[in-house]
């Protein structure tokens, strides 16, 4: 079945080495857009027309562009353009960030803006002052209704780092095909083993988080 | 009686529209003033100028010697003493009954946190809900979170309890349980101002009735007078709209 080149050498570990890549370039992105994106959210509530505008251009380009356009354009495309060196690592960063940002933004434009008016005045109906509302009524809200959103969107991430391969990072996707090419002759039969694996290598990475997200929704159902 | 509540040439406009319309009014320590009107006469736009939910353009609105400026530093101050509860189910979902009820007088008055638990304990088991001080809001009828809702307005203690409407969104038999909370309220000597469409409510708890149309008071007066002897055509119109004759 071609689970037998696992064995050989090294290669589980490189594979788990390669799947630790995948997770750090998606955890890092995970927490620079979840910050960017509570930042952008917010200041998309303003109803600012100015930040509307390029709020809605930038999430538009993000939903239309295919994350592989993106990773190309600036890891080929802008290194040379600006004449910055970029390696694939922080293009890949960036990339997973701005689209990332773009998403959590708006969860979090939509979280807001679904808290009710009346929770504010019923708030200051009872003596608290704004910081005590947001604080005691409104936050503790917004993070239930992110928090299931969220984690459905760092899953995504990590699915998407299979991505970054096309740049030339090793990470736990090109890691299997190394193994399959290396074994050809030997294990014909590498490539089922070896994607399956990495099937269960994703499967093992993002189930407790999908099931994390449940737990919490079911807890925060009200 | 003392006055505790006074109104002063109170007028207000959403852009061109007058809400309302040089009002004065004055209510005294433990009355119960009930506010009837059209929907759109300006009631609840008035109940909410009273504890600063919305801009006074002109006149002024007295709490004792306290005066409710929307633009005060220290309006969250005055409201404390300003009880007040709306008309849609507005307690705080991520919080338990209980806790939806100690929240305020806790954080806000900074008072010991058992001896706010064993109040509102009471306060639930004076509305029939002890048994639903951990449950969460979305457990809770209509009428059992309006109940709650008065609680949490009682516990911090209001010198006047304004009440907006709370039986609006209730389903018909709902309304009964909530409108005896606030008439035991009443019979010990709480300062109201009501606004409700209830006319046998309104007849049965209050010292005196107010009929607001156009943001202007068109006739005022007690129970009696105003339900069995009005004296605007306004008023006797209004009122034939609440009985049925076949």
Redesign the interface.
Known sequence: MGFEVLLKGNNMLRLLGGLGVALYISLISVAISIFLGIILGALMTLKNPVINAVSRVYLEIVRIMPQMVLLFIVYFGATKILGINLSAEVSAVIVFSFWGTAEMSDLVRGALSGI?T??Y??S??????TA?TYF??II??II?RLIPLSINLITRMIKTTSLVMMIGIVEVLKVGQQIIEANRKSSPNAAFGVFATIFLLYFLACYPISLLSKYLEKK??? | MEEILKVNNLSKRFDEIVVLDNLSLSVKKGEVVVIVGPSGCGKSTFLRCL???EDIEEGEVLLGEEKVNPNKKNL??T??K???V?Q?Y?L???KTILQNIT??PI???KRNKAEVTEEALKLLDRVGLLSKKDN????LSGGQKQRV?IV??LI?HPEVLLLDEITAALDPEMVREVLDVVLSLAKEGRTMLIVTHEMAFAKAVADRVIFLENGKIVEEGSPAEFFDHPKTDRLKRFLETFSYEK
């Not at chain 2, 969460?136 to 457990?139: A, D, E, L, S, V």
């Open positions: 009710d009346i929770q005045e019923s200051a109906a009872l003596g608290m002052n005590q005691h009524v503790p809200q239930r925060w159902e009200n | 504890n600063g939910l969250s101050k409201r404390e300003i009880g007040m709306f849609s507005d705080f979902p991520h929240l305020a954080k806000v008055k969460y809001p979305r457990q809702a949490r307005a911090m």
